[in-house]
């Protein structure tokens, strides 16, 4: 159990709503990351951090901003809410020293309306 | 940039029957190799790995072999049993930009 907790599990909103969903280790790894789950396109990386404030973006930023003010959080923001950004989104935190095994959350699934 | 293939699903089969799920890479330098495997409801779980070339990652049953000559890293099993349905993911790591890579996923499906 790498200790990792999401939160909202569940969302369900309307189109140009704010969204922050929130991911907590209790472990205090270095790298932690944010990837959405879509059928037919695998996990995408978004987002991903390699330290207090040291964010970087992935293969799809766009719609999306992170945050990372303490070790054991790391926040994903959806200033607008858009339809296409109805997604599973799973946390995920990389230990040090690894070989690159990541580490995932339960997932926070969201629908945008 | 890197990329992993994996072949196109859904997969299923009969308990007891052999598996090969077939996945292909392209990497700059020398990539770790991963199979991640999610039940349904859950999260991804690290289902075994492979570091370098010729190295074999096992776990409880399942088996892959790094081969850099056809950069691929197959995941198989002799046996499956129907608690093995779940959707399996390929995967690989390189240091230069720290991020995991994930092919599209295959859907396994076994029946009693």
């Known amino acids: 159990d790498a200790g990792i907790t999401q939160s909202p599990r569940h969302k369900v909103t309307e189109t140009g709503t704010p969204v922050t969903l929130r991911c907590h280790q209790t472990e205090n790894h270095r790298y932690m990351y944010w990837y959405r789950q879509d059928p037919g396109h695998g996990l995408r990386l978004i987002h991903y951090s390699y330290g207090v404030k040291d964010t970087d973006k992935g293969e799809v930023s766009d719609g999306y901003s992170v945050s990372r003010s303490k070790t054991e959080d790391f926040l994903l923001t959806l200033e607008s809410a858009t339809s296409s950004q109805t997604s599973v989104y799973f946390c995920a935190i990389r230990t040090s020293g690894s070989t690159g095994e990541l580490f995932f959350g339960e997932g926070s699934r969201l629908t945008v309306l | 940039g890197d990329s992993v293939t994996q072949m196109e699903g859904p997969v299923t089969l009969s308990e007891e029957a052999f598996l090969t799920i077939n996945c292909t890479y392209t990497a700059t330098g020398y990539p770790s190799l991963f199979w991640y495997v999610q039940y349904p409801g859950e999260g991804l779980q690290l289902l075994l790995k492979?570091?370098?070339?010729?190295d074999k990652g096992s776990n409880k049953g399942f088996e892959a072999t790094y081969r850099k000559e056809t950069t691929s890293f197959h995941l198989e099993k002799g046996s499956v049993q129907v608690s093995d349905s779940a959707v399996y993911f390929c995967?690989?790591?390189?240091?230069?930009?720290?991020?995991?890579?994930f092919g599209k996923g295959i859907t396994l499906s076994v029946r009693p």
């Open positions: 492979a570091t370098k070339a010729d």
């Open positions: 995967a690989l790591f390189t240091g230069a930009n720290s991020k995991l890579t």
